[in-house]
């Protein structure tokens, strides 16, 4: 746990998009017990609700928001809820975790207007308009950690979408904190490899997958949030998938895209 000291007066909160997902029910656990409430957005009211249920007592931390990141009307929840709960006075955001996210494999063309844009949003316009309306309520030592990928260093052939928007997450994260560096607000980009949550589907096209060097939320979350606290700037849990990334970021494009459409070409 951090050693930042309570102003009185001033509720701590955090503020964690995707909450009721797997890597998302993670983080609330990494860091309910150092904030007076936790704010709990995602999609799915009773997804929320049994998050909430499921920390008994300590459940009345939690306040499900149900917000849908692709539709941008939505963060104006975020904002009335900052007012309401009585502005920059009385709030502290102590965490902003934006681990919201969706994707799929598909051909581009395969993706329709509408799941173009709301995926694009979800990613990119929601973590930037989020970042932007929580800094205002946080100070030196508190925490921005934006989920991106590993898929942020290539560009992935049937992945083409979420590599994309996540390439743009990991950009967005580094670059953002660099802009608060003399605030003293910690900014740290995710980038993880293949994680076990229902987002990945056992099958596609008949055929099962078989995801390199998959590893549990549990894991993941806790590398980040102690990254965090370190006041790095990325997060990459497991060596190989270290060691993955770097090659992505260091050999020429041609090759690796070449070699992940030969990989992933079968399954769609």
């Not at 770097?246 to 992940?260: E, G, T």
Request: aromatic fraction near 8%; charged fraction near 20%; proline fraction near 3%.
């Amino acid at each position: 746990m951090d050693d930042k000291v309570s102003v009185a007066g001033i509720k701590q909160i955090a503020v964690i998009t995707g909450a009721s997902g797997g890597l998302g029910k993670e983080f609330v656990r990494q860091v309910i017990n150092e904030v007076d409430e936790l704010w709990a957005i995602g999609r799915n009211v009773q997804k929320l609700e049994s998050l909430k249920d499921s920390y008994g007592e300590s459940g009345s931390k939690i306040i499900p928001l149900q917000m849908d990141l692709s539709d941008t009307k939505s963060f104006a929840t975020l904002v009335k809820k900052l007012e309401a709960s009585g502005g920059k006075n009385a709030l502290e955001v102590r965490w902003l975790i934006n681990n919201a996210g969706a994707g799929r494999f598909a051909p581009s063309t395969d993706f329709s207007t509408e799941e173009l844009s709301g995926n694009i949003t979800t990613h990119c316009t929601a973590i930037a308009a989020l970042c932007n309306i929580c800094v205002p309520y946080m100070k030196a030592g508190d925490h921005i950690v934006n989920v991106s990928s590993q898929s942020a260093f290539c560009p992935l052939p049937y992945m083409n979408l979420y590599a994309a928007t996540k390439a743009f997450v990991y950009s967005y994260t580094r670059a953002l904190g660099e802009e608060l560096r003399a605030s003293g607000i910690i900014v740290t980009a995710v980038c993880p490899g293949w994680i076990k949550t229902s987002l990945l589907p056992e099958k596609l096209n008949g055929r099962k997958v078989n995801f390199p060097l998959i590893v549990t939320a549990d894991k993941v979350a806790a590398k980040a949030i102690r990254d965090a606290r370190r006041a790095r700037a990325l997060s990459i849990y497991r060596f190989t998938v270290r060691c993955v990334a770097w090659f992505q970021r260091h050999c020429p494009h041609n090759f690796s895209v070449w070699l992940w459409g030969r990989m992933v070409k079968k399954y769609v």
